[in-house]
């Protein structure tokens, strides 16, 4: 597989924490940082579908009333919560 280097600026707690994990894990730097930088993109691509999928609901009016669900929220908690707005 090809690689290619970054350089970054990290606060000295957070290079400390990694540096921590790494031997506690009896991993490399590297190895810790590059799971990290994975888990973050897989992260960040799964909200960015979340948000393109939300869009689209909206887009073809499938959404639901602010005051439903503020009133639904409201009555959560009460002798008589409402149920889920849909």
């Known amino acids: 597989m090809n690689t290619k280097v970054f350089t970054a600026h990290v606060p000295l707690p957070l290079a400390e924490k990694v540096d921590q994990i790494a031997a506690r894990m009896e991993r490399s730097r590297g190895w810790i ?3 990290a930088l994975v888990a973050w993109i897989d992260q960040e691509e799964e909200r960015r579908r979340l948000t ?3 869009m689209a609901e909206v887009d073809i009016g499938r959404i639901i009333d602010h005051q439903a669900v503020q009133a639904w929220a409201d ?3 009460t002798d008589k919560p409402l149920p889920v707005p849909l």
Do not use: D, P, T
């Open 33 to 35: 940082v590059k799971q």
């Open 75 to 77: 009555s959560l908690g």
């Open 52 to 54: 393109l999928e939300a």
